[in-house]
């Protein structure tokens, strides 16, 4: 009896939004208010350094004949994003994983609201 409550309670719970981009937002701008916006600046630097450093030594490696793999540079260029733009990037990625968490918990949510536990 008291194991049958325990399992249907969470699953008897609403969905509700896991706000992750919400979170996203009052972190950075408790990082912005903290540290500054230099802080930023410099991240966005190393990310435009880092994008461009995986682009050339993709090409410089295909010049010399060991070309070929592009995952390093694909890699690079995502890495570079999230550090050149990761106000504008993680916002919208923590978006389409709040929306993906969504789906999956109405999902859930329709499919255990047809099961009994008696």
Request: charged share 15%; proline share 3%.
């Amino acid at each position: 009896m008291i194991s049958t409550i325990l399992v249907a309670a969470p699953l008897a719970a609403k969905v509700e939004d896991p706000g992750l981009a919400n979170a996203w937002d009052q972190a950075k701008t408790v990082l912005e208010g903290t540290v500054g916006t230099g802080f930023l600046n410099v991240m966005a630097g190393i990310g435009i350094l880092l994008i461009l450093f995986g682009v050339f030594k993709h090409f410089w490696d295909k010049r010399r004949g060991n070309g070929g793999d592009t995952k390093k540079m694909w890699f690079a260029i995502g890495a570079g994003a999230l550090l050149a733009a990761p106000g504008i990037l993680m916002g919208f990625l923590l978006t389409l994983v709040d929306w993906a968490l969504m789906g999956i918990m109405k999902v859930a949510d329709y499919f255990t609201s047809k099961v009994s536990f008696k």
